[in-house]
């Protein structure tokens, strides 16, 4: 599979954050003295989702060899959750994923998953509803999302949430939406090949890059 260079330069960022040789294993960020230099669960398992998507079979099984994807995540504030039930919808595994009975959501990172949700069960009207429902809230001149509560508290925009919409985008062929998402996207790339997990009300970015902001834009760029 042929890919662009800011997907490279993307890859080379998250290679850049595996904690040995053994690329068992990868650290949130390339800061070590940052408060999120440390191995996340649910970000092993996303990485799995994304290798998968891109061939890698083989870094697939060896992050799974340390880190099961029905582990316990270790981020506290998502103490009750395995690492696996927020981003299996992203490979099409329906049972594990914690959001399945909700119709909807008030927050912008769950509506996308949620719609991708209906899709798998064979329910293409009520994912449309949602999507006309995210898509209202992208500004497209911009190329972010109207900040959902949580984002309003922080004040802040995120970008793993425009990810999001790009992969739900892809996921209804929504080609326009598509092509505006990805080009914003590029356009906001940290220089060391990941992404900021956010940017400012001027649009500057907001933090370090990191690895499941990264993960996520890359499934947003990668060709249908």
Known sequence: MSFDSSIHRALSFIDSLRVDDTRTEYFE????????????????????????????????????????????????????????????????DIKNFYLAKRRSSRYNDEMAPIAL????????RS?????????????????????DKADLERNLYPVYKVALLGI?????????????????????????GGWETDRKVDLRPDGVANIETTALTILALLPQ
């Open 29 to 92: 960020v390339v800061e070590q003295n940052h408060s999120e230099y440390r191995v996340y669960n649910q970000s092993q398992y996303l990485l799995t989702v994304m290798f998968k998507q891109i061939g890698r079979n083989d870094l697939v099984q060896a992050i799974i060899r340390k880190h099961p994807p029905n582990e316990k995540d270790n981020d506290l504030r998502r103490r009750r959750h395995k690492a696996n039930n927020r981003f299996c919808v992203l490979e099409g």
């Open 117 to 124: 949700g209906w899709l798998l069960k064979d329910h293409p």
């Open 168 to 192: 739900l985008a892809k996921k209804l062929g929504k080609t326009n939406t598509i092509a505006n998402v990805q080009s914003q996207l590029r356009s906001w790339q940290h220089q060391l």
């Open 127 to 147: 994912a449309q509803n949602l999507w006309r429902k995210i898509y209202s809230r992208y500004d497209p001149s911009k190329g972010v999302l109207k900040m």
